[in-house]
C-alpha cells in the first residue's frame, strides 16, 4: 500500500471489553512500532517489532496490553479489560529495512472506553 | 526531569518571519533526532532528520544540532500560514537505538 493503514479508524467500547487494533505497515517495512498519544501530548513508545519479533515492549502500561505481529507484517495491539484511562490515539509506525532509520506514521486510531 | 523538552507555545511569528523551535534532550548517547509536523487532528509527519552537529538544510527548513549541549532545533524561514501546526522533536533512545521518545510538541502560529 501507499502508507500505513490502521483499523478501525473509530473504536468506542464499554469499560472491561477486549479490543484489537490493528496496523498494517508500509510494503517492504520490516520494522513496525506501536506509539499512544494522549491530547496535546507527543506520541509515547508502546512496543516495537523486528519482522515478526517482538524486540522491546517496555513502553506497555501493563499486562492488560500485548501486541504481536505472527507473519513479520500485520500486527494487532490487544488491550483486555479496558479501562477509561486506556481512551487515546493509538499510533502505528513503520520504518524500511535500509538506510535512514525514519518512522512513517499511520492514521491512527481513536479509542474510546466509556 | 523528561527525556525531551519542548516549550509548549504557543509561537506565534508573522508571515514571512523566521521561527526558531528548541529542544533538549537527556541521553547523551543518542545519535539520530527528527522533527515531526503535526497538523490538528492528523498524523505526524516526518520534516527533517539530522546526525551530526552542525546544521542541515532543505529548502526553508534548517535543522541544528549541538550534541554537547544536548541541544537540537528547527528553524523554518520565511514562515506562511501553512506552517501552523505541532512541531514535534523526537530523538530515537533505547538500547538497539529503535526507540523514538517525543517531546510534548511546540505549536506554531504564523499570521498572515
Known amino acids: 500500500g501507499a502508507g500505513v493503514s490502521q483499523s478501525p479508524r473509530y473504536k468506542v467500547t464499554k469499560r472491561g471489553q477486549d479490543v484489537a487494533l490493528r496496523c498494517d505497515p508500509i510494503?517492504?517495512?520490516?520494522?513496525l512500532y506501536w506509539y499512544r498519544q494522549a491530547l496535546g501530548q507527543g506520541p509515547e513508545f508502546l512496543t516495537y517489532?523486528?519482522?515478526?519479533?517482538?524486540?522491546?515492549k517496555s513502553g506497555l502500561p501493563n499486562d492488560r496490553f500485548s501486541a504481536e505481529r505472527p507473519e513479520g507484517s500485520i500486527s494487532t495491539l490487544t488491550i483486555q479489560r479496558t479501562e477509561q484511562r486506556d481512551s487515546a490515539m493509538y499510533r502505528c509506525?513503520?520504518?524500511?529495512?535500509?538506510?535512514?532509520?525514519?518512522?512513517?506514521f499511520g492514521p491512527g486510531t481513536r479509542l474510546t472506553v466509556l | 526531569q523528561k527525556e525531551v523538552e519542548q516549550n509548549s507555545g504557543p509561537l506565534s511569528v508573522p508571515e514571512g518571519a523566521i521561527a526558531s523551535l528548541n529542544c533538549t534532550y537527556s541521553?547523551?548517547?543518542?545519535?539520530?533526532f527528527f522533527w515531526y509536523r503535526q497538523y490538528s487532528g492528523k498524523s505526524p509527519e516526518l520534516i527533517m532528520f539530522?546526525?551530526?552537529?552542525g546544521d542541515k538544510e532543505d529548502g526553508r527548513f534548517t535543522a541544528q544540532l549541538n550534541k554537547a549541549s544536548q541541544y537540537v532545533s528547527l528553524l523554518i524561514r520565511d514562515s506562511q500560514p501553512s506552517d501552523s501546526a505541532t512541531y514535534l522533536c523526537?530523538?530515537?533512545?533505547?538500547?538497539?537505538?529503535?526507540?523514538?521518545?517525543f517531546g510534548a510538541g511546540t505549536i506554531l502560529r504564523v499570521k498572515s
Open positions: 509506525a513503520s520504518r524500511p529495512p535500509t538506510g535512514v532509520d525514519t518512522q512513517y
Open positions: 510494503s517492504g517495512h520490516v520494522s
Open positions: 517489532f523486528n519482522y515478526e519479533a517482538q524486540q522491546d
Open positions: 541521553d547523551r548517547g543518542s545519535q539520530s
Open positions: 539530522i546526525y551530526s552537529n
Open positions: 523526537a530523538v530515537n533512545m533505547g538500547e538497539y537505538g529503535n526507540k523514538l521518545v
